[in-house]
């Protein structure tokens, strides 16, 4: 795996909105923040775990945060085949624990492996996080997003490369602007303007409260959860 030197963290008490902040993660204690762009190019589903039920250990200096954390498993796990137990002596499994933003490695990357969640992370920040470990990228970097939405790259922070295209399998399901792992209009904008605009009006994208029904057919497909069905 490619290595990254570390960046300058931004306080998030000082950002309107935690999900602005970059929701990937690559090297070993290196994420990426407002002021960071990802540097490395990645399929549009990432490596997949070798089980569906994945052990995590959840960090003493988060311990406040389990409630949040287990409702964002428990929202993953709902209609999939997906589940967490808490770890025994698993070499491989995920690490909850504190940072200055919401990250995540995408997919399985072996070892401990980490989920970073700051203080203002939500529910569904968490869960977008854990969609990002179970090996997703976003739903705006499909090729297709042509067909859906605009990329203003004249509003988007210098060097920030979140919104750059990414080939990978997309399982024939139809772009959804209201994924949990779509950005928002206004996300990693230089200037307070939209850095997303969709080609057809839709008031919920980018939005952090559930997965949606195209969210949990992938992750159904990706893992071979059998028949698929949503309730």
Known sequence: MKMFSSVPLVNVSTLQNVTHLPETLEGNNSFYTCMSALQKDRNAVGQSWTTTDLPYVISPQINHRTDDIMAAMAMVSEHTCITFHKRNSESNYVLFKIGNGCASHVGFIGG?????????????????????????????????RDKFIDIIQSNIIPGNK???????????????????????RCFFSSNGEPTIIPKKNVKDMGQRDR?????????????????????
């Open 162 to 184: 979140n919104f750059k295209k990414l080939a990978g399998q997309t399982f024939d399901i139809p772009y959804d602007y209201t994924s949990i792992m779509h950005y928002g």
């Open 211 to 231: 997965l949606m029904e195209t969210d949990i057919k992938k992750i159904k497909l990706l893992y071979n959860c059998g028949k698929y069905q949503y309730t």
């Open 112 to 144: 401990e492996q980490h989920v970073y969640v700051a203080p203002s992370c939500s529910v569904g920040n968490i869960a977008h996080e854990i969609l990002h470990t179970l090996g997703f990228q976003h739903e705006h970097t499909r090729l297709d």
